[in-house]
């Protein structure tokens, strides 16, 4: 059902928004994204499987999502890829037997965002330009 969910969503193709994020909001973004991700491990490693998988989800709402149109108008296939990623790792995270394999998932996405989003194109902030 992920994966559908996930194909649809990136199929938007009026997404030819060019929206910038700043560098700061990249940044924070990252940062939320691995604090969420270590917060679901820790769970994972407490046998907490449901919970660790419904924080995995929860950090993509929260953290993630936001940064989709961007992202899409960016790297479309990096997205999708992304999302996608998301929705494995909360599965592979509420099944048993599956922890050390879950939790290396968790850190391999964590690197995968800070990359992508590291690499997005970003807007000059109005200090930088003497605009306010």
């Known amino acids: 059902m992920w994966p559908i969910l996930t194909l649809l969503l990136a199929c938007d193709f009026g997404a ?3 929206s910038r994020v ?4 990249a940044l924070t973004t990252t940062v939320a994204v ?8 820790q769970l994972r490693k407490e046998g907490q499987a449901e919970s660790a998988s ?10 993630f999502e936001p940064f989709e149109t961007p992202l899409r108008a ?13 929705g494995r790792v909360a599965l592979q995270m509420s099944q048993a037997g599956s922890g050390n394999s879950a ?3 968790a850190g391999r996405l964590g690197d995968r965002v800070e990359r992508v989003l590291a690499h ?4 000059v902030s109005p200090k930088d330009t003497g605009g306010g």
Do not use: W
């Not at 700043?22 to 909001?25: H, L, R, S, V």
């Not at 691995?34 to 491990?41: D, E, H, I, P």
């Not at 419904?54 to 929260?62: D, N, S």
């Open 16 to 18: 030819e928004d060019l």
């Open 22 to 25: 700043t560098d700061d909001a």
């Open 34 to 41: 691995r604090q969420c991700l270590s917060g679901a491990v």
């Open 54 to 63: 419904a924080a995995v989800l929860g950090c993509y709402r929260t953290h």
């Open 74 to 86: 960016y790297n479309r296939k990096a997205t999708l890829s992304l999302e996608y990623e998301f």
């Open 103 to 105: 939790i290396d998932m």
């Open 120 to 123: 997005m194109p970003t807007a």
